[in-house]
């Protein structure tokens, strides 16, 4: 049992978080989990790497400049006959008949430097386009991705406010439960109170303690997820500086619809989605047009040497190619496409209308949770005067131990209702600025 008992403290005291020495103030929160969170930074990554694939696409206008040296052994006719007019080594001899059909082996090293240049593919600007969008997508994804890391930062930060709260609310209750149960000592010494009052005020001031307990664990929990949200280190703690406000997001509906049109990532990604399908019909259709291409090319050809030179020789020229028909490849291509793009639209459309809701259902849902906070507030008071009379009548012997703990427990339940409506009004504001997207801003104006 002592090791056991040893164990259990080394245990708890290796498992404590590091806590920070100092609060930090939401601001500050923000700027520090959009500095360190590993969801930004791979949504980064992404769009460098849709950068880079926009930049490789740009590449196609740009000429390709090939060098090779090859290096070819035969005594197959047709190949020793072009070795030796590339080397120009062809003689008279050669034209013998015997020498044509039986020739001996041959090697050849050709060393070339070529240049290929697209003049005209209707694809190329198209595909870079496609390109465009898509890394604007990406821009679109990490706004997205900010907005969502700040409203996770303010929901770890009320939870911490509340938290810190809650306790506070638990340390009343206790302070009150053992002078409750002094009182009813007092009593029972006196010879006008019950053995029994006595007991249950002190049961009562256990359930305290226990709740007390509770919120203690429930604040260190808050901290570690506070600083899990500011992408601190792992198992570190960090204390809020000082309680936050409900944002004011105060508009008509339509002015906040019109808002969330503007500013919500999530729609603008899906807005990309769709310029990039509608940019993919065309790029099936540019399969109909010619290309035109231009190339050129010179090498030189050795007998024995690599990278010699017994004759050297050039080429330039240009070559137009229209495929006239594929099998209706092309034809289902582009309703492919156009499929996607219809679709892609309507997806848009429905995003919209989804916003909406969301705005609808976040104005309400700010507007009730505020109604609420006042109402809670109003009934703390008449709690709090109840508790007081009852007080003064249990002193003077009028009322039960019993109608004193009822007192009590009706103004800790209406203190931590209070606790709740207003995390809830914080809450439900800033979700209503995260449904116009406008959150972060809100924040770091």
């Known amino acids: 049992m002592k090791l056991l008992h040893y164990v259990l403290i080394v245990g708890a005291l290796t498992s404590t978080p590091v806590l920070a020495d100092q609060g930090v103030t939401l601001p500050e929160a923000v700027r520090q989990a959009l500095r ?8 980064q990554f992404a769009l460098q790497a849709a950068t880079a694939g926009q930049d490789g696409v740009k590449s196609r206008y740009f000429p390709k400049v090939t060098f090779e040296e090859m290096f070819t052994a035969s ?3 047709t190949r020793t006959f ?28 050709r060393t070339a430097i070529t240049l290929e240049q697209t003049l005209y593919d209707r694809s190329v600007g198209i595909s870079v386009d496609i390109a465009a969008k898509e890394r604007e997508e990406h821009e679109s994804s990490q706004q997205l ?22 306790l506070g609310v638990a340390e009343k209750g206790l302070i009150s439960a053992r002078e409750h149960l002094r009182l009813a000592g007092v009593r029972v010494a006196a010879g006008t109170g019950l053995k029994s009052d006595e007991l249950r005020a ?18 260190e929990i808050a901290r570690l997820r506070f600083g899990k949200a500011l992408g601190g280190p792992a198992g570190a703690a960090f204390d809020i500086g000082g309680e936050i406000q409900p944002l004011f997001v105060a508009a008509l509906q339509e002015d ?28 099936a259709r540019s399969s109909w047009y010619p290309t035109l291409h231009a190339g050129a090319a010179f090498q030189t050809n050795a007998r024995s040497v690599p990278f010699g030179a017994d004759k050297n020789s050039w080429y330039a020229g240009a070559a137009l190619r229209w495929e006239l028909f594929d099998g209706m490849r092309r034809s289902r291509e582009q309703a492919k496409a156009g499929a996607l793009q219809a679709g892609a639209a309507e997806m848009l459309e429905q ?21 609420r906070a006042e109402v809670a507030r109003s009934a703390v008071a008449d709690a709090e005067e109840g508790l007081r009379l009852v007080e003064k009548r249990f002193e003077g012997t009028l009322a039960t131990v ?9 103004v800790n339940r209406t203190r931590a209702s209070v606790i709740d409506t207003d995390a809830d009004l914080v809450l439900a504001s800033a979700q209503l600025a995260y449904s116009v997207g406008i959150l972060r801003k809100e924040i770091l104006p």
């Open 36 to 43: 360190n969170s590993n969801l930004l930074k791979a949504e």
């Open 75 to 77: 005594n197959s006719p």
């Open 82 to 109: 072009m070795m030796k007019l590339d080397q120009g080594r062809f003689s008279t001899d050669d034209f013998i008949i015997n020498n044509l059909n039986n020739p001996g082996t041959e090697t050849d090293f």
């Open 145 to 166: 991705r900010r907005e969502q890391v700040t409203l996770e930062v303010v929901s770890s930060y009320v939870t911490v406010q509340k938290t810190q709260a809650q």
């Open 202 to 219: 002190r049961t009562f001031m256990a359930e305290m303690e226990e709740q007390e307990i509770h919120a203690r664990n429930s604040l």
């Open 256 to 283: 906040l619809f019109r808002l969330a049109l503007e500013h919500r990532a999530d729609l603008k990604e899906l807005e990309r989605q769709h310029e990039r399908a509608e940019l993919g019909v065309g790029l």
């Open 351 to 371: 995003y919209k209308k989804e916003i909406a809701y969301q705005v609808a259902e976040s104005r309400l849902r700010r507007d009730e949770a505020a109604k």
């Open 402 to 410: 019993v109608e004193l703990l009822d007192a009590q427990t009706s």
